[in-house]
């Protein structure tokens, strides 16, 4: 009987002592303990560092160094509001992003700069697992050399696309990496979805699936699996139908022409001449020394691959003045994990070649305190480096200005019907929907029209940079439109960690801030 063979099998004289059942599974559980603390204190302990640094930023500098952080900000702040859905579709703000940022971004552009954060760790965290994939030594160290790319770290407290758009392609990678060649391939497709620079590496992604024999010997064979890389662009098509009803809406949405007579350009070394501020000024050289170390051993040849194909790609627009881009080296930082990777290889073979020297010189004993020391000196030299560029960067003071006008009208509040700004973080402040701006342009006659017909109730908040650069509008345009002047300041604002800034040269960055009221 089942109770019986039960009862007897407890029965003293063939059970196991008490103590010698128990205490195995107790050392046991002590030893995985120990093996989780071995394997992942190290990668904590930099995810700790880096995320505590990013929440930091975050407090500091509560704006972006660019317009666009405010303006995908109030993308996916407005997105789900009536009359808004083709916000969620929109080709410059890119829909995975205003998807993914909408619920944080209820919350408030403080939330949504802190999610901003946790993305970017999450990318760091996938960055050290495709490290140990690739059984690179030292793996947990990709976590820092990932942030401690300037423009990286400069996107990290801001709500810009960078950060998720390399998650996502580290996600793919490792998954590809893993066999699991499908799955990363649809990951893959969303690229698209994130930044403009996604369809290229799609293609890149296809390329590296006809060339993958593992998946079958005829290469015939490895064409069907490329066609998981067209779900991302298929789902925006679908979705965009669905809510626009245009079946050529992301053609006709597109802010973007190949050609214009206007666009910036400049020489095809730029981003190569911008290395420091993409790099650091020490970690470009360990960049590119394990790029060549990488491609003589040819390891990791698709993360090589991604890197160079994103840098060439901008490099020709930039040449060429193509898409209307204007040249900004974070557009490089989209695959910075990959550009992790190879800092990585590069700190690994410098660090080796240092062990190795110490040998034959006979100071093995010292060896590891050597490179202890030289690599402490390095991070922290990188790290000042990266810090001095996010607080150099012009942009991320300005919202100090913005701010204490802002709680000057606070302090002194008038009835306002509309709104009108030259700065998208000014709306972020009024918490303003995105759509309510005048319909400024770059023709100064219309922008004056538009000006004199405003209702009354119309808030005029304005700055002696962008609005006059953008819209050719100024300060003194506004009286003879009708409108009251509350408020005028100039404010000198200086970098918190040292007195010059990135952008501007040395001394503070000027910025007079302006509200104007039409009774």
Not at 272 to 282: D, K, S, T
């Amino acid at each position: 009987m089942p109770f019986l063979l039960h009862a007897e099998s407890l029965s003293p004289a063939r059970a196991l002592p008490h103590d010698s059942v128990r205490e195995p599974s107790a050392e046991a559980a002590r030893e995985r303990r120990r093996a989780l603390l071995h394997r992942y204190w190290q990668p904590a302990f930099w995810l700790v560092v880096v995320g505590s640094i990013g929440t930091t930023l975050v407090l500091l500098y509560p704006d972006s160094s660019s317009a666009d952080g405010a303006t995908h900000f109030l993308q996916a702040r407005w997105a789900w509001a009536a009359g808004h859905r083709s916000l969620l579709v929109d080709v410059w703000g890119r829909p995975l992003f205003t998807v993914t940022y909408s619920l944080a971004a209820s919350l408030g552009y403080r939330a949504a700069k802190l999610f901003t954060v946790i993305v970017a760790l999450a990318c760091a965290w996938e960055t050290w697992r495709v490290a140990k994939l690739l059984n690179f030594g030292r793996a947990a160290l990709v976590i820092p050399l990932l942030f401690l790319q300037p423009t990286f770290l400069g996107v990290t407290p801001e709500t810009m696309t960078e950060p998720l758009f390399g998650l996502v392609f580290i996600l793919a990678l490792r998954l590809y990496l893993e066999d699991r060649v499908g799955a990363g391939a649809l990951v893959a497709s969303l690229l698209p979805l994130a930044r403009p620079e996604g369809p290229f590496l799609v293609a890149l992604w296809g390329v590296w699936i006809l060339l993958d024999r593992r998946l079958s010997p005829q290469w015939w064979r490895r064409i069907p699996i490329t066609f998981y890389l067209a779900f991302g662009m298929l789902l925006w098509w679908l979705v965009a139908l669905a809510i626009t009803h245009d079946p050529l809406w992301i053609r006709h949405n597109a802010p973007w022409k190949l050609t214009s007579p206007t666009a910036s350009h400049g020489s095809f070394w730029n981003y190569w001449n911008m290395r420091w501020e993409i790099l650091g000024p020490v970690l470009w050289r360990v960049v590119v020394v394990g790029m060549l170390a990488l491609l003589v051993q040819r390891r990791a040849l698709k993360v090589v691959s991604a890197v160079l194909v994103i840098f060439l790609l901008h490099s020709i627009m930039w040449a060429k003045g193509l898409m209307n881009t204007e040249g900004f080296p974070r557009y490089i930082s989209c695959v910075a994990p990959a550009i992790a990777l190879i800092t990585l290889a590069g700190w690994n073979f410098f660090a080796d070649a240092l062990s190795w020297i110490l040998r034959i010189l006979g100071a093995a004993r010292v060896q590891r305190a050597a490179i202890a020391v030289l690599s402490a000196v390095v991070l922290l030299r990188s790290a000042w480096y990266a810090l001095t560029y996010v607080d150099g960067q012009e942009g991320s003071r300005a919202a100090w200005a913005m701010n204490d006008s802002y709680e000057w009208f606070r302090a002194h509040p008038r009835p306002v019907r509309e709104l009108a700004w030259s700065r998208p973080y000014m709306a972020v402040l009024f918490d303003w929907d995105i759509w309510r701006n005048l319909p400024w342009t770059d023709d100064r006659a219309h922008n004056l029209a538009l000006l004199r017909a405003a209702p009354s109730g119309t808030l005029l908040f304005w700055d002696d940079a962008t609005g006059p650069d953008w819209y050719h509008v100024t300060a003194s345009d506004f009286a003879a439109a009708g409108f009251e002047r509350l408020r005028s300041a100039s404010y000198d604002l200086y970098p918190l960690l040292r007195r010059e800034s990135w952008d501007h040269g040395p001394g503070p960055r000027r910025e007079g801030m302006h509200l104007f009221y039409k009774e």
